[in-house]
């Protein structure tokens, strides 16, 4: 992997009914099903691969292992240097291990952790020698925006940054809510970090881009989804819609009108 150390490097749906998500996603992003390139993981079946009209990978999805949260869920892959050594900072900055350190053949090692504030997110080293191009600003498909709502999002600004080199990059005020604060990563921004909203368990929300703004809306609801927030601009005249796919898992989407 030749991504320069904390470059979001995957997304992941963990879900009760892959094969229905994976239709719908296709449906909404215009991704393709890439198969099951890395077979049948233990407990959990096939995992599918989807790609960007490009024909790049984005993401994976599988279906929710026995004994984990039943309610569905979207993560992330940070690529790191050394995931042993990510994990070990992880915790001794007040974070916590999920999964150890551990080896896919083929796919590379990784661990799952959590942040101070219990939001949890994965750290890999992936095998292949080329770049991810999952985090894509701009490209039709790809992850375009990383999102961190916390219960402490000055803390979580100084975590990421030691962690991974982000920085904050400008704010913008949203009165009550406090700042949303702009995350830079190799000179590109590649998110931002706000205070949870009241009622809102604190994680990390993943856009995608789609063309129209407003057809995408359309392609939610017609595909089984709910909007849970309708489309807003944001700085730079894209606009983004909040929404769940059919299971309930949180995603976005970023368009134009």
């Known amino acids: 992997m030749s991504n320069p150390h904390g ?5 992941e749906l963990i879900t009760g009914d892959p094969d229905a998500a994976g239709a719908f996603y296709q449906k909404v992003i215009g991704w393709q099903d890439g198969g099951c390139p890395g077979g049948t993981a233990e407990g959990t079946g096939d995992y599918h691969v989807y790609l960007a009209p490009d024909g790049q990978g984005v993401a994976g999805m599988m279906k929710t292992p026995a ?3 039943p309610e569905p869920r979207w993560f992330s892959y940070i ?3 050394d995931v042993d050594a990510a994990a ?3 915790a001794a900055a007040g974070g916590s291990i999920h999964m150890p350190p551990t080896t896919l053949e083929g796919v590379g090692r990784m661990a799952m952790v959590a942040d101070p ?4 997110f994965y750290v890999m080293r992936g095998s292949s020698p ?3 191009t999952a985090f894509k600003r701009m490209a039709p498909g790809h992850g375009e925006w990383n999102e961190l709502q916390t219960s402490d999002d000055q803390a979580a600004l100084a975590f990421y940054g030691d962690q991974f080199g982000w920085t904050k990059d400008g704010v913008m005020p949203m009165g009550e809510m406090g700042d949303y604060s702009f995350l830079s990563h190799d000179g590109g921004v590649i998110g931002g970090v706000m205070k949870a909203p009241p009622g809102e368990t604190p994680g990390w929300n ?4 789609v063309g129209d703004i407003d057809e995408a809306k359309q392609r939610i609801e017609d595909a089984g989804g709910s909007i849970v927030q309708e489309p807003m601009e944001v700085p730079g005249g894209d606009f983004v819609i909040y929404a769940k796919d059919p299971q ?3 995603f976005g989407v970023v368009g134009s009108r």
């Open 7 to 11: 470059t979001p490097i995957w997304y």
């Open 67 to 69: 004994g984990a949260p």
């Open 79 to 81: 690529g790191v240097d």
């Open 88 to 90: 070990e900072k992880v």
């Open 117 to 120: 504030q219990g939001v949890v």
């Open 130 to 132: 080329e770049g991810s």
């Open 206 to 209: 993943y856009f995608f881009r």
């Open 248 to 250: 309930g898992a949180k």
